[in-house]
């Protein structure tokens, strides 16, 4: 899926924002005794199906470590493969095919990108990865 700015998406998972919000001692709408700095006082979470529009989209996610590992190996069994002894050549070769899932998933899947989108209920979630988006 190609994530443009202006494309309306939804969620597809629910998404926890944050670790905590905390309240200042003293702040006003705390019943009883005021609580210290740095009580934990609850957690937001947002639940699969809420819509927005993408605002922007940022970059490229980097590859997982096992795709870099298959670049590596291939351009070093490409460019000295043929000046390797045959015992070597063929470990280079059974760690390439061990890789090579990994390597068709990711071609398959195409560039993955983070983006910032303005949820419909005025909540904005900034670096969020396509993977959890949909378009509408």
Do not use: C
Not at 10 to 15: G, H, S, V
Not at 83 to 99: F, G, I, N, V, Y
């Amino acid at each position: 899926m190609t994530l443009e700015e202006g494309r309306r998406v939804r969620l597809t998972a629910d998404l926890g924002i944050g670790e905590a919000f905390t309240r200042e001692p003293g702040e006003p709408g705390m019943p009883g005794e005021p609580i210290a700095p740095g009580t934990v006082v609850g957690f937001l979470s947002l639940g699969a199906g809420a819509e927005g529009t993408v605002e922007r989209v940022d970059g490229e996610l980097p590859e997982s470590e096992e795709v870099r590992e298959y670049q590596r190996l291939k351009a070093l069994f490409d460019d000295y493969g043929h000046t390797m002894p045959e015992a070597s050549r063929e470990r280079l070769k059974a760690q390439l095919a061990a890789l090579e899932p990994e390597w068709a998933a990711h071609r398959a899947r195409g560039s993955r990108v983070t983006v910032r989108v303005r949820l419909d209920n005025g909540f904005v979630l900034d670096g969020v990865h396509q993977d959890v988006l949909a378009p509408l």
